[in-house]
């Protein structure tokens, strides 16, 4: 059995580094072989003397292909264009991994004879945030027991495991409709609606970096209003409505929260501009742009 691993970057020099090194590390305790494709998102190539500098003395085989185009789901098919093997694992490029997650994640993907196994993303501050920032828990997805079955909703390419096979036949597989995100919710839309099973691993952990700029409030809102303007081709007429009267009940209770504390109140201007971009975006109206932020 064979794993590539998939990953995406755009000028992230030092975090894919660290990924790198970390992934270079994964405990395969002899039931599979693995590499790494690195798709770089920008034409410039300022990533490649990285990849070359680690796979230099890498014990497993790291690979570097470009895909010019500011769009993260063309990224994402020259990354599966260039991968091999019987799975494809997908990891961010400001994550990184505990050195037996991809052997967690395979072992699940075959005791359950799954399509595709998806794990936890737990933030990783750096430096101290504001007491506001972790009772946010802004970058904290919700857990689930291991082998709960996903819906699409829950499902995102952050930290996945899934079967090649899955991907014969589908077009794609990434729509380039979604450059600014959304792409991999569409992803595992259409493959559910196919069939495909993918279940939760618990322990299949990996730590997305945040660092100082995303604390800011401002890249916090702008952050929801686009992870709402991405949804807006998978945004239906009854979740537009729901999202016509989620609006005005956030905008009523957001100067309460405000006296209830900072972090409550953020996360009520999030779910404010969550459904203001879902709204917008699925009238035609796109206020972030169509790049995705970094």
Same mark, same amino acid.
Request: charged share 25%; net charge positive; aromatic share 10%.
């Given at each position: 059995?064979?794993?590539?691993?998939?990953?995406?970057?755009?000028?992230?020099?030092?975090?894919?580094?660290?990924?790198?090194?970390?992934?270079?590390?994964?405990?395969?305790?002899?039931?599979?072989?693995?590499?790494?494709?690195?798709?770089?998102? #920008?034409?410039?190539?300022?990533?490649?003397?990285?990849?070359?500098?680690?796979?230099?003395?890498? =014990?497993?085989?790291?690979?570097?292909?470009?895909?010019?185009?500011?769009?993260?789901?063309?990224?994402?098919?020259?990354?599966?264009?260039?991968?091999?093997?019987?799975?494809?694992?997908?990891?961010? #490029? #400001?994550?990184?991994?505990?050195?037996?997650?991809?052997?967690?994640?395979?072992?699940?993907?075959?005791?359950?004879?799954?399509?595709?196994?998806?794990?936890?993303?737990?933030?990783?501050?750096?430096?101290?945030?504001?007491?506001?920032?972790?009772?946010?828990? $802004?970058?904290?997805?919700?857990?689930? !027991?291991?082998?709960?079955?996903?819906?699409?909703?829950?499902?995102?390419?952050?930290?996945?495991?899934?079967?090649?096979?899955?991907?014969?036949?589908?077009?794609?597989?990434?729509?380039?409709?979604?450059?600014?995100?959304?792409?991999?919710?569409?992803? $595992?839309?259409?493959?559910? &609606?196919?069939?495909?099973?993918?279940?939760?691993?618990? &322990?299949?952990?990996?730590?997305?970096?945040? !660092? =100082?700029?995303?604390?800011?409030?401002?890249?916090?809102?702008?952050?929801?209003?686009?992870?709402?303007?991405?949804?807006? &081709?998978?945004?239906?007429?009854?979740?537009?409505?729901?999202?016509?009267?989620?609006? !005005?009940?956030?905008?009523?209770?957001? =100067? *309460?929260?405000?006296?209830?504390?900072?972090?409550?109140?953020?996360?009520?201007?999030?779910?404010?501009? #969550?459904?203001?971009?879902?709204?917008?975006?699925? *009238?035609?109206?796109? !206020?972030?742009?169509?790049?995705?932020?970094?």
């Amino acid at each position: 059995m064979h794993i590539c691993i998939c990953v995406c970057t755009y000028k992230r020099n030092r975090l894919l580094k660290k990924l790198l090194l970390k992934l270079a590390r994964q405990e395969t305790a002899g039931e599979f072989t693995y590499s790494v494709v690195v798709a770089e998102n #920008d034409r410039e190539q300022l990533a490649k003397a990285v990849v070359d500098e680690i796979a230099s003395s890498s =014990p497993i085989p790291i690979r570097h292909c470009v895909e010019p185009r500011q769009n993260i789901a063309m990224a994402r098919n020259k990354a599966v264009t260039n991968a091999y093997g019987d799975f494809i694992a997908f990891i961010d #490029d #400001d994550e990184f991994p505990s050195d037996d997650w991809l052997l967690t994640a395979f072992r699940t993907c075959i005791k359950y004879n799954a399509e595709g196994v998806l794990g936890p993303v737990r933030p990783f501050f750096e430096h101290q945030p504001p007491v506001w920032v972790v009772k946010g828990r $802004f970058w904290e997805l919700p857990d689930h !027991p291991t082998g709960y079955r996903l819906r699409w909703r829950e499902a995102s390419t952050s930290n996945v495991l899934l079967r090649r096979r899955v991907l014969d036949g589908i077009e794609g597989p990434f729509r380039h409709e979604f450059g600014s995100g959304g792409e991999d919710h569409d992803f $595992f839309k259409r493959l559910m &609606e196919r069939g495909a099973v993918f279940l939760w691993c618990n &322990e299949a952990i990996v730590h997305e970096l945040v !660092p =100082p700029e995303r604390w800011r409030r401002r890249y916090l809102l702008q952050r929801a209003l686009q992870r709402g303007q991405a949804a807006k &081709e998978l945004t239906d007429l009854f979740e537009a409505r729901k999202s016509l009267l989620a609006i !005005p009940l956030y905008a009523l209770m957001a =100067p *309460f929260l405000l006296l209830a504390g900072q972090h409550r109140f953020m996360r009520c201007m999030v779910s404010l501009c #969550d459904h203001v971009g879902m709204l917008l975006g699925r *009238f035609g109206y796109t !206020p972030m742009g169509d790049k995705y932020l970094s």
